[in-house]
């Protein structure tokens, strides 16, 4: 990369503060959200869809839904 940036004349970015990871994480962490779906068994057998959304800031996971026959207008 370094040849590709000295051929074309650009020049190394500027040094810039060092953040660290947890840092960077806990800044935005009001905003952000992690959503995903599982799946579990019923104690009668039946298989439920999830979809889970855990809030990085508090920490609290919701439940947004489940169903038992998951379709795309669902999961939208």
Do not use: Q
């Amino acid at each position: 990369m370094w040849n590709i940036f000295k051929e074309h004349g650009i020049d190394p970015a500027p040094e810039r503060d060092h953040t660290t990871w947890a840092s960077f994480l806990r800044s935005p962490a009001h905003a952000i959200l992690a959503a995903g779906f599982f799946e579990t068994k019923t104690l009668t057998g039946a298989t439920l869809t999830v979809l889970a959304v855990i809030e990085h800031a508090t920490r609290r996971v919701r439940i947004l839904g489940t169903t038992t026959h998951p379709t795309a207008a669902w999961m939208t």
